[in-house]
């Protein structure tokens, strides 16, 4: 008889301090295994089977946030490994964000730019 295989239960993602840390381009806490950063950096899958493009989608809201009001038409690595082209266009950022419609109105006031026609 066949015996059926059960796939195992797939445990919600958690973001620790060293994910989202990673994300916010800040340093890692001292305790933490610096071999996670080089997973993050380097890996699509985490070594428990989580996919980081799943952690970066849980915490970006809050990390575009506060990036966006510390340093305006600028975006985070993440943003532009999973959200933007995959790298920073040679045209630069601020170019980039305010061609394809992703500056904030914030943005666009702190750096003095009008709305795109």
């Given amino acids: 008889m066949a015996r059926v295989r059960?796939?195992?239960k797939r445990r919600r993602a958690q973001v620790g301090p060293v994910e989202r840390a990673f994300f916010a381009e800040e340093p890692i806490p001292p305790d933490a295994n610096p071999f996670l950063l080089m997973e993050l950096e380097l890996s699509e899958r985490l070594p428990n089977g989580t996919l980081v493009r799943d952690l970066w989608d849980m915490v970006?809201?809050?990390i575009l946030e506060k990036w966006i009001a510390e340093k305006p038409g600028t975006r985070p690595r993440a943003w532009w490994r999973f959200d933007g082209p995959g790298e920073v266009p040679a045209?630069?950022?601020v170019g980039y964000l305010d061609r394809h419609g992703h500056l904030?109105?914030?943005e666009r006031r702190a750096l003095g730019r009008s709305k795109a026609s």
């Fill in 91 to 93: 045209s630069g950022e």
């Fill in 104 to 106: 904030t109105a914030s």
């Fill in 60 to 62: 970006k809201g809050e």
């Fill in 6 to 8: 059960r796939r195992p």
